[in-house]
Each structure stands twice: as C-alpha cells, then as structure tokens.
C-alpha cells in the first residue's frame, strides 16, 4: 500500500512548520547542464504565508550557476531536512535574487532560525524557491 505524506505548501500543519523552525542541516539539489543531480548541504528557511524557501550562499557557488542556467522561469530545485523518523521536502522553482533588501531578509531569517548571524559577504546571494509541492513527515 502507498502512502503520500502530501502538504500545502502555502498551509502546512503545526508539526510539520514545527521542524522547520528547529535547527537541521539541509539539502539542495540542484539539476547540472547535463541534467545529473548537483545535491549539497545548506541552511533553508521556510516562509509558508510568502509560499518561498531561500537559501543564502556565494554567487560564484555551483548551486547559483545551476539556478542561473535555467533562465528567466526558474530552475526546478528541491530542498529537504531529516531527523530520525521525521522527514520534509519543499519542492519549486528557485530564482537567484541579488537585491540587498532580499539577502538582508534572508539574512535574518537565517538567523532566526540557526541562532547565528552570517559573517559579512559582499558576494553573497539569496536563492528563492517558489514553492509548488512539500511533502513529509513532521
């Protein structure tokens, strides 16, 4: 028997919004030119009500010429967190933003969320998932 463990991006339930708010490591994955998956380790944040995901990192890093490469629409990304049992993905078209007032939110967002505050980055950027499916088990 299948079972789905589908969510509305945009209205997750307490539990799973939960575990987005503790502290995990995350993944990105990331499509190469030649359509192989690129996946890393990176901090996300989740903003359910706005229905984006960001990612800050470099502008030279491979995840951003991934994201550029697919042009104006968006490149499909997905991003995922586990612990033990518990488990989420947040699934979209991710964008590269280098507006100051976008890293500066996501800035802090990050820091919110990991208790740290980035080190200054004049190269730094944030990615932007438009988010069109999560699924898991919060």
Not at 98 to 103: A, L, S
Request: glycine share 8%; hydrophobic share 35%; charged share 30%.
């Amino acid at each position: 028997m299948t079972t789905t463990y589908s969510v509305d991006p945009g209205e997750p339930d307490e539990p799973y919004l939960s575990f987005w708010r503790e502290k995990h490591l995350c993944t990105l994955t990331t499509l190469r030119p030649d359509g192989t998956p690129h996946l890393v380790p990176v901090g996300v944040t989740y903003d359910p009500e706005a229905r984006l995901a960001r990612v800050i990192t470099n502008a030279a890093s491979a995840k951003v010429r991934h994201v550029r490469a697919a042009g104006t629409e968006g490149a499909p990304v997905a991003v995922c967190q586990v612990d033990g049992r518990r488990w989420a993905t947040l699934e979209g078209r991710a964008v590269v933003r280098t507006e100051r007032e976008r890293v500066a939110e996501a800035e802090r967002r990050y820091a919110e969320r990991y208790g740290r505050t980035p080190s200054p980055n004049p190269a730094r950027v944030v990615i932007e998932i438009a988010l069109t499916r999560a699924m898991g088990r919060g």
